[in-house]
Nanobody, 121 residues
Framework: QDRLVESGGGSVQAGGSLSLTCQSR???????MGWFRQAPGKEREGIAT???????TYTDSVKDRFTVSKDNTKNTLNLQMNSLQAEDSAIYYC????????????????WGRGTQVTVAA
């Protein structure tokens, strides 16, 4: 059974919104957790993290459009995505990490399988 399972992906028009959820088998409250994405032909990039104190970090390309949060009662990591653009199209992954809890791939050790987000221009 997978430790992290993402859901909520789909297709949307540019300017629209989607909400992603990552169901964790672990207590999300104690972990640094993050969202990453990988577009075709590109490397996986970190876009948002939230640490055990609830502090969040965003990459510049999604700041002010995306919001990451944890639901400690449901053990989920969430990503609200607004004002979506074609360049946001990618497979989105959630992950558990550590260290400084910055959106750096090397600091994250447990990964979900991903969910596809497609934004039509």
């Amino acid at each position: 059974q997978d430790r992290l399972v993402e859901s909520g992906g789909g297709s949307v028009q540019a300017g629209g919104s989607l909400s992603l959820t990552c169901q964790s088998r672990s207590y999300v409250r104690v972990h640094c957790m993050g969202w990453f994405r990988q577009a075709p032909g590109k490397e996986r990039e970190g876009i948002a993290t939230v640490d055990h104190d609830g502090r969040t970090t965003y990459t510049d390309s999604v700041k002010d459009r995306f919001t990451v949060s944890k639901d400690n009662t449901k053990n989920t990591l969430n990503l609200q995505m607004n004002s979506l653009q074609a360049e946001d199209s990618a497979i989105y992954y959630c992950a558990i990490g550590g260290g400084s809890c910055r959106p750096l791939q090397q600091d994250f050790t447990t990964w979900g399988r991903g969910t596809q987000v497609t934004v039509a221009a």
